[in-house]
């Protein structure tokens, strides 16, 4: 039956649109953060708004015209397409076998592409404004029945559809807005586990490649139709890739970011994403390069040797999130808005507007205001554009809720949509143009328009064309302008086939830097280029004064054989003015570590230059990082060019950074032997460390390390690190040492470490001395004793005994700790167990759900005025241990501070069900070990040798891969159930008013 709601918008609403407006100032203080509310007709809708009084926001379409806008763009006659995403979340046709706690799916089967596809809701409608009047008049669809569209956009003789798992290009030659037949699939393999992250914002590149962000929460498998399985590309998570449609070339441009939903490219081709997380307003992308992301939740790098990865752009700190937002480089509004960035905010229902500023050769932003705010909690902006016109153009799906796991529990309302148009005061309409009926010659003087949508459109039309005739204007255009212009030329020459080696020998030396970094660019896309401009690139390393351009020289020579990519880096690696940039010395190094493989000889030649090693750029980033890519493998080879680089140090403080690389890769190893040539090279400087030996066992380091350890006048820190590494290798001898820490030392730090080392040794002696202790320990030595107790068989079953016994007050041990032990399966445990803890199954969903309606009901009821102070005392004592606020608690679970805390409802299910909604980066793994281990707790650190797990406890376990017999992902948080049921009323008033501080108390 239709929904009432659309059955009487169908009744009153014509086919032409009104265009509602408002121009209401903009609050001084945004509203506060949205939670979904009372629905309202679209024209009521409108009236909730605030701008600023030089601005005026306009309602251009909303439902039944369109519904569920998630995605726009503008076509060569400026007129509107819109993605309706009618058949999220659930794509038709598939069934779902299982899913995780990350709302991860697995279907029966991967569907067929059109039109052999199962036919969904989706499709692609055309808005028109005919009369230019600023109203959208004519409404028609280019294609439905499409299944989880995310995005699309004109070029090259049709229309290209993301439509995962496949990219689809749907002819149109005759540009009659229908298509000339079924879709030609170029790519496929993309994943759909999770439709709220699918491959998403489909746009041209400058350089004629379609590009497009993939989700954290999705996966790839990509290949061209017809290509082996082994040939894909296999990825995991948040990513840039791009798409040659001429070449069919289908690679990674960058890797890691946020759940990336966005894709905006600004005027020097710079491209960005915006970010699902807070404290920033998301990324900026260079090629080739790794960033940051959720490596619990999202998988590791791809390269396990990236050895860093670069962070969000700087921002205050913010609450999440601005998953997309566009540059305005456009002169319809005011002047003083024209560079900065306006990002959509749909948690909060608003949009925000930041100064861009440099930060070295990438950008950092700072918030200026809320140009557009709503008191309409259903507004969810969930798409922003640029039109023709210079307005600023946003997609709001109007939805109660913003979140995946609310849509997939079925609270989505999918008769809603609507699309806004911000733009000046005064703006006029503009009146109906084509562009696409201009010539090519025409189309140059657009490349001069103030408004980058215009250029952008003239740039997708040249690569369509590929008119040569034109090859003579844009040269003389690019070597007789500069700045924008200058650069626009050269993306339409390249577009129209005119870019060759004889240009780019002359746009190298162009006066402009963003030529300069283009040429660099395009020339190294093919990944080869001409031995002269290899040393013509090659010179320039050393002289190119921009350090944008040297930041593509850096990227550009990790895409080039080893000649010239070395030597480019090479003379990189010798400017010591890009030692503090945020990203050239991790370009460079990345450079160096894909030749390590096949290019060893080379990389040794350079540092056999005695001058290399004096270079800033070599000392704080390259020595470290190449010795402990060749530690890292373990491999003998590898080691002997370990031991190379040791001689060839110049100085024993360079020696020093290399031994700090080697220790680095040994952590957690347990090394038997060393090669002779790399004993003698570390003796060079004084012999192997005493944590070396150690690790290798060297009977005279061993003893050494015990007496310092026994020592309690040695320094503290010395004394820790050593415990630390006899809870990594076997040194059997150390057990009483280190249980007669635990039994005499004052030092509760000294105490944690030996109980944290005690874990390897499968002594049952060790069960007996820490149970027999426990009742004396203080309650964070307990904590790391309950860890200890859980991981073997015997200790637990010891423990459970004393407890039995009364020699352990069962009251000072969580259920947590009892329910780790039920993984034995053993009969005296489990008998134990329900003796004295009874049912550890926890509270069920329902009776979880039945306790946050009472708390949330308590505390909205509640008339007397909390005390925020000893809300600060509370929090500390409950939650202080594992969680920051306001800079101040553990590192266990998430900061705090830019957690979504003014949601009373969502703070409660994640205190009172700490399982439902597990944050990225804090799921929590079993371990299971071939010597009897069980390890409980969340990934801190791995690689390609050792796992490392931090327990509830906040110890760091480090456990070899080769003596892992199984590892488990487990549903529980470690975050422990019923923290609230030990609180009055009062107090958890007083703790909720606390978290809701949005500064810390004086």
Known sequence: MMNHRLFMLLAVTPVLWPLFSSAQAAPPVPPPNNTGGEFFSPADSLKQFTVPDDLKIEQVLAEPQVRQPIFQNFDERGRMWVINYLQYPYPEGLKILSKDKHHRAVYDKIPLPPPHHEQGADKITIHEDTNGDGKYDKHKTFVDGLNIASSFVKGRGGVWVLNPPYLLFYPDQDNDDVPDGDPVVHLEGFGLEDTHSVVNSLRWGPDGWLYSSQGSTVSGKVKKPGQKDKEAIQTLGQLIWRYHPEKQIYEIFAEGGGNAFGVEFDDKGRLYSGHNGGNTRGFHYTQGSYYQKGFGKHGPLSNPYAFGYFQAMKNAKVPRFTHNFIIYEAETLPKKYWGHLFGIEPLQGRVVESEITADGSSYQTEDLQRPVATTDKRFRPV????????????????????????????????????????????????????????????????????????????????????????????????????????????????????????????????????????????????????????????????????????????????????????????????????????????????????????????????????????????????????MRRFASTGSRNDLLVCARLLELAPEKSHAEILMSGFETAMKGRSQTSFPKELIAAMSKYGGQSLSLGLRQGDQEAVDKALKIVADSKADNQKRLDLIQILGEVKVPQSVPLLLKIIQNSSDLQMQIAAISALQQYPDESIGKVVSAQYPNMSDDLRSAAQTLVSIRKPWALEFLQAIDAGKINKDTVPVETARKMTVYSDEGITALIAKHFGSIAGATTEQMQQQIAAQQKMLSAATEEPDRYAGEKLFQKNCGKCHKLFGDGGEIGPDLTAFKRDDVGRMLVNIINPSNEIREGFETYLIVTEDGRTVNGFLADQDNNVIVIRSADGQSITVERENIDEMLPQKKSLMPEGLLDKLSEKEVRDLFSYLRSSQPLP
């Open 383 to 626: 798409d922003i554009k640029v039109g023709p016109d210079g307005a600023i153009y946003f997609c709001d799906m109007y939805e109660h809720q913003i979140a995946h796991g609310q849509h997939y529990s079925g609270q989505v309302e999918k008769d809603d949509g609507r699309i806004y148009r911000l733009t000046a005061k005064d703006a006029r309409p503009l009146p109906p143009f084509d562009l696409g009926k201009k010539s090519s010659q025409e189309l140059i003087a657009v490349l001069d328009h103030p408004n980058k949508w215009f250029r952008q459109q003239a740039l997708r039309l040249f690569g369509d064309r590929k008119d040569a005739s034109v090859i003579p204007a844009l040269k003389q255009k690019l070597f007789s302008s500069d700045g924008q212009s200058a650069l626009e030329a050269l993306w339409a020459l390249n577009l129209s086939g005119g870019f060759d080696e004889n240009v780019a020998q002359k746009s190298l030396q162009h006066s402009d830097p963003h030529v300069r970094a283009w040429t660099i660019r395009l020339l190294c896309d093919d990944q080869r280029v001409s031995p002269e401009i290899g040393q013509q690139l090659i010179a320039l390393a050393l002289t190119e004064p921009h350090v944008q351009v040297r930041s593509q020289l850096a990227s550009s020579s990790k895409r080039l054989p080893a000649e010239p990519g070395l030597p480019i880096a090479f003379n990189l690696l010798s400017r010591s003015e890009d030692l503090d940039d945020v990203h050239i010395p991790l370009i460079l190094w990345w450079s160096l570590e894909k030749r390590v493989a096949e290019n060893r000889k080379e990389l040794l030649a350079y540092f056999e230059k005695p001058e290399v090693w004096q270079y800033p750029l070599v000392e704080k980033y390259i020595l470290e990082r190449i």
